[in-house]
């Protein structure tokens, strides 16, 4: 099994992991970290605990330069938990990075939140309501995020809601790196190449449309998606 460094992640970052005693990358890690590193677009679908948010997170702490004081990356969770999550993640990531991070969630000061903006984040971590306020607010220029996640594991995100996301994003999905963990796919469609993993493993790779012609997942969980939205 290749460690970290062979699948692309820097040695800053490996070493990082060794410190924590992460050495073997999982198996969603392995398959999806390589063509993360190389700009493609994943979406996975793998059981909690099988390491997803690493797979996403060290190819995007790689990839952002930490000179250009901007919102680089975007992650969108569903509940503010999962952003709590995954901040917590990334911030063990970034303490020797030089990464700033910001998590946007219901709860916070956004007076608090708009200070920190203006002192340049790399990396938002956040939920639709938030996220959608600080865009009506005008206070987010996502126009320098070249990497995306959208992590709906538990599929919470209401259905209002999630059109208003879906057209807020897809936009910003052409010309991005996207990693996605759902059942919701619209914003994916835009992608030119799609690789889908299942349970850590490889099991189809092209386009939105050329992957509906051959059926399978993918097919499924577009199927699904529309039907979530018709609710």
Known sequence: MPGFKELGVSEVLNDLLKGQGIVKPT????EAIPPLVEGLDVIARAKT????????????????RVEAAYPQALILAPTRELA??????????????????????????????????????HLIIGTPGRLLDHLRRETLDLGGVKMLVLD????????VTEIKIQEGLQAL??????????????????????LVLQG???????????LLRRGGLYSELVQGSKG????
Do not use: C
């Open 200 to 210: 850590g493993r490889l099991i189809q790779q092209g386009s939105h449309e050329e």
């Open 84 to 121: 709590l999550q995954i901040t917590e993640e990334a911030r063990k990531l970034a303490r020797h990075t030089g990464v700033k991070i910001l998590a946007v969630y219901g709860g916070q000061d956004v007076e608090k939140q708009l200070r920190k903006l203006e002192g340049g984040r």
């Open 228 to 231: 979530a939205a018709a609710q």
């Open 49 to 64: 605990g099988t390491g997803k948010t690493l797979a996403f997170l060290l190819p995007i702490m790689d990839k952002i």
């Open 27 to 30: 198996p969603v890690q392995e």
């Open 152 to 159: 709906e594991a538990t599929s919470s995100i209401d259905t």
């Open 173 to 194: 999905m052409k010309g991005r790196t996207s990693f996605v963990i759902a059942h919701r796919l619209g914003t994916i469609r835009a992608a030119d190449r799609i």
